[in-house]
Nanobody, 124 residues
Framework: QLQASGGGLVQPGGSLRLSCTASGFIFDDYVIGWFRRAPGKEREGFSCISIRDEITSYTDSVKGRFTISSDNAENTVYLQMNSLKPEDTGVYYC???????????????????WGQGTLVTVSS
């Protein structure tokens, strides 16, 4: 299972770091992806990392502002979010799959291990 944490209230332009902690499976064998669901919108996959190869991918909506990384010793993936905008508001989730690229991020049904999300609110 995967558990996202670290959400909160932040002002526009601010930063936040989310964590995704894994348990119950061999961390190195998988790709971890980050998704979010904004109010009234569909779930959006926007970043992933291949744990073994450290390959990363981002969608245009977050590229240059968000950075994904992993700590294999802690079985944790981090998402550093900078220059946050009100449109980044939503519930953030992490999940696992076996491939990391933009195409895979559009196919949420190929991810599993979804846990409870963490709420990020960007507002002044």
């Amino acid at each position: 299972q995967l558990q996202a944490s670290g959400g909160g209230l932040v002002q526009p332009g601010g930063s936040l770091r989310l964590s995704c902690t894994a348990s119950g499976f061999i961390f190195d064998d998988y790709v971890i992806g980050w998704f979010r669901r904004a109010p009234g919108k569909e779930r959006e996959g926007f970043s992933c990392i291949s744990i073994r190869d450290e390959i990363t991918s981002y969608t245009d909506s977050v590229k240059g502002r968000f950075t994904i990384s992993s700590d294999n010793a802690e079985n944790t993936v981090y998402l550093q979010m900078n220059s946050l905008k009100p449109e980044d508001t939503g519930v953030y989730y992490c999940a696992r799959t076996t491939r990391c690229d933009r195409g895979r991020l559009r196919l949420g049904y190929l991810f599993d291990g979804w846990g409870q999300g963490t709420l990020v609110t960007v507002s002044s």
